[in-house]
């Protein structure tokens, strides 16, 4: 099951999937499709995973086994790998909060997001190569990307899996909270980051925005009520 919280420009995904340790099947990525429909116009975006044993352990062995064809490989790949670039593609920020170990294809899911905020415990690794396979939804270009090649490679290529404070230190993770802290500080930092100007630094930061379409962004905010009220606020108290 994948539940769907929404509060005052906060969304929150949640794969809750106890039995299979939040093991992402066919059916879970049509009702993170429909999440992601029905979040579109929130301001910040969280993922995470029910519990505090995994993130996402990867995609559903028992029930992926049935694919055996090429094509159906292909197809399952693909359909994944567009969830994660809708993830990647979403407007506003998207934090990944792991909540638990993040393995092979759940590795991948986190790359999809923006911030990486995990518990002080938690694993990480993709670890597809012990499968003999590989990445499939985008996650190994995401690393490359995150990381460099060189280190994504020998990561990848070899199934290494990181504790949450090396996972920090390479680059893989942007904040390691204690895991009595983890829930607050998680949802504490996407509150900081539901809001307008936060999703237009985002837009800014693709790299593909003019200089005079940043620019515009930017006067928007500033002839906006909101942004008055807070300048009168910092203007009082230096009176």
């Known amino acids: 099951m994948v539940d769907l919280e929404l509060d005052q420009g906060l969304a929150v995904i949640t794969i809750d999937r106890p039995h299979a340790r939040n093991a992402i099947a066919p059916t879970t990525m049509d009702q993170l499709d429909k999440a992601l429909d029905a979040a579109a116009d929130a301001l910040a975006l969280v993922v995470r995973g029910a519990g505090d044993r995994a993130f996402v352990s990867g ?8 694919i055996r064809t090429e094509d159906e490989a292909t197809a399952m790949a693909l359909r994944m790998r567009g969830i994660c670039d809708r993830l990647a593609r979403f407007p506003g920020p998207v934090i990944a909060a792991l909540n638990g170990h993040a393995l092979g294809g759940g590795a991948e899911f986190a790359m999809a997001a923006d911030i990486r905020v995990a ?3 938690i ?18 270009e995401r690393l490359a990307e995150l990381i460099g090649r060189g280190r994504a490679l020998m990561l990848a290529g070899s199934g290494t899996v990181l504790g949450a404070e090396e996972a920090q ?4 993770i942007d ?13 504490a930092l996407a509150r900081s980051l539901a809001s307008v100007p936060a999703r ?15 620019a515009r962004a930017f006067a ?6 909101e942004h008055w009220r807070a300048a009168e606020k910092v203007m009082s108290r230096g009176k």
Request: no cysteine; net charge negative.
């Open 123 to 140: 694993r990480i690794g993709f670890t597809q190569v012990n499968l003999a396979i590989m990445p499939a939804w985008g996650g190994a």
């Open 220 to 225: 928007r905010l500033w002839v906006a009520d």
């Open 175 to 187: 904040r390691v909270l204690p895991r009595a802290d983890f829930d607050e500080g998680w949802r």
């Open 59 to 66: 995609g559903d062995l028992k029930e992926l086994a049935a």
């Open 169 to 172: 230190r390479l680059g893989l």
């Open 119 to 121: 518990a002080d415990d």
């Open 200 to 214: 237009e630094i985002k837009h800014v930061m693709s790299g593909a925005v003019p200089a005079t379409e940043a």
